[in-house]
């Protein structure tokens, strides 16, 4: 089904795919799609509009990408006397690449928001920079930007153990900026609201490595023992998703002032269906990562790694579609 080094074009195309179309069509059934400016009123336009969740999906694919790219070589492969070997420069390699698509999507993104919350068109966008520069939006986009550059430039030349963990402290610095700008800082500096924004950082932090940490070893290190250490990092990442994710949508959907609050908003609002439909999907990686245990790790060790192969790029596909909802989730009122 895919190459020894990598999967096939398609494998990677189909994952795409899956996080577009989910994005598309969970922000049309929620309520959080963009609207067309009324007649006579100045906007962005509609497709300005529909750029700022497509470019932040592009930025988490590529932030992904990055962050488990590092992690394989931070982690998950050998190194000799702290000097990276090849498999593992070449993650570096591709990391850089990756956090250069981040910083270019995330500069998309930081314009299109921009002119969206100001309401004017792109190309009259520079009229209005002072007022740009003082959205919560823009600037922590303008800080993910700076780091991802710096991530970029500095991936590229790692050869050592030590700079792919440093570069892997970046990833987390970079992916912090856009999360504080989200619903829970939304609400202000509350109890609730830190308590929700701090288990969004951590929900992110954990995805990412998950995520991102199986696209590393399907890319680079399909060994045993690198898969080993992988699926207990993805254990304790699917324990943190799972409590995390529960946690903020007991403060978004009210549960913490009525007990039947957040049951009642998960079937009567958008969000809370698409909150629902993302614990659908949490529930079925879960059961994935347990047949990985139970079936395909056993017949990976005795040498046969065609079931956890294919297995791991469903799983993939699953985990593309569900980002492509987590961004839905966070453009839904």
Do not use: N
């Not at 500069?107 to 009229?127: C, D, K, M």
């Amino acid at each position: 089904m895919s190459s020894p080094a990598t999967p096939r074009f398609a494998v990677w195309s189909a994952a795409t795919a899956a996080g577009v179309v989910v994005l598309i069509v969970a922000l049309l059934a929620a309520g959080g799609a963009p609207q067309s400016t009324p007649h006579g009123l100045h906007g962005a336009g509609l497709p300005v509009s529909w750029a700022v969740p497509v470019l932040r999906l592009l930025a988490d694919g590529a932030a992904v990408l990055a962050g488990g790219a590092v992690l394989t070589a931070a982690w998950l492969l050998p190194a000799t006397d702290g000097v990276l070997g090849e498999r593992a420069l070449k993650a570096c390699q591709d990391a850089a690449l990756a956090a250069g698509v981040w910083a270019l999507a995330s500069i998309g993104g930081l314009v299109a928001t921009a002119a969206v919350i100001l309401g004017v068109p792109v190309a009259q966008l520079g009229e209005y920079a002072g007022q740009a520069g003082q959205l919560s939006q823009v600037r922590a986009l303008a800080v993910a930007i700076v780091l991802t550059a710096v991530l970029a430039v500095l991936v590229s030349g790692v050869k050592s153990l030590r700079g792919a963990r440093v570069a892997l402290v970046l990833v987390g610095a970079a992916l912090v900026g856009p999360l504080l700008t989200g619903h829970g800082a939304s609400e202000g500096t509350s109890f609730w609201s830190v308590t929700a924004t701090t288990s969004l950082v951590v929900h992110v932090f954990a995805a990412t490595l998950w995520v991102g940490g199986l696209y590393g070893v399907l890319r680079y290190a399909r060994e045993t023992a690198a898969v080993q250490r992988f699926s207990a990092l993805a254990l304790g990442c699917a324990v943190a998703i799972g409590v995390t994710g529960l946690l903020t949508a007991e403060i978004h959907l009210g549960g913490r002032e009525d007990g039947w609050g957040l049951i009642t908003q998960w079937v009567t609002t958008g969000y809370g269906a698409l909150v629902f439909a993302k614990a659908i999907a949490y529930a079925g990686l879960v059961a994935i990562g347990r047949q990985h245990r139970r079936a395909t790790l056993p017949a990976l060790a005795a040498g046969q790694p065609g079931a956890f192969r294919r297995l791991a790029i469903g799983e993939l596909i699953v985990m593309a579609a569900t980002v492509g909802l987590a961004v839905a989730l966070s453009r839904t009122p």
